[in-house]
């Protein structure tokens, strides 16, 4: 069993930072893919990015490269979301979660996450 819990979300003005973490409780974190998903209101579930279980590897989908960059601490069971020149088009519920897998290729579809966290709300907004 993984119980997740997202902070860090605010409101921000376009071209802003916010920094999202994820803190994990269990023994399965080090072992297991990490992902971060955006939800919009009235719309589905997508993914944004996820780290591999050793933390070497990641993958993005393109509209947040360069912006967005994804970490994560073994030692202290947390993932972390920095995001960096934020625009109104990142407005949503952002929710960490952990897949049932350890590398990133098999974690990109949403069908592979089977914990998840609460969400929390990151508004882009002058």
């Known amino acids: 069993q993984v119980q997740l819990v997202e902070s860090g979300g605010g409101l921000v003005q376009p071209g802003g930072s916010l920094k999202l973490s994820c803190a994990a409780s269990g023994r399965t974190f080090g072992s297991v893919a990490m992902g971060w998903f955006r939800q919009d209101p009235g719309k589905e579930r997508t993914f944004v990015v996820v780290?591999?279980?050793?933390?070497?590897?990641?993958y993005y989908i393109d509209s947040v490269k360069g912006r967005f960059t994804i970490s994560r601490d073994n030692a202290k069971n947390t993932m972390y979301l920095q995001m960096n020149s934020l625009k109104s088009e990142d407005t949503g519920i952002y929710y960490c979660?952990?897949?049932?897998?350890?590398?990133?290729?098999?974690?990109?579809?949403?069908?592979?996450?089977?914990?998840w966290g609460q969400g929390t709300q990151v508004t882009v907004s002058s």
């Open positions: 780290i591999s279980a050793s933390g070497g590897t990641t």
């Open positions: 979660a952990a897949s049932r897998y350890s590398g990133t290729l098999k974690s990109r579809e949403i069908s592979a996450y089977n914990y």
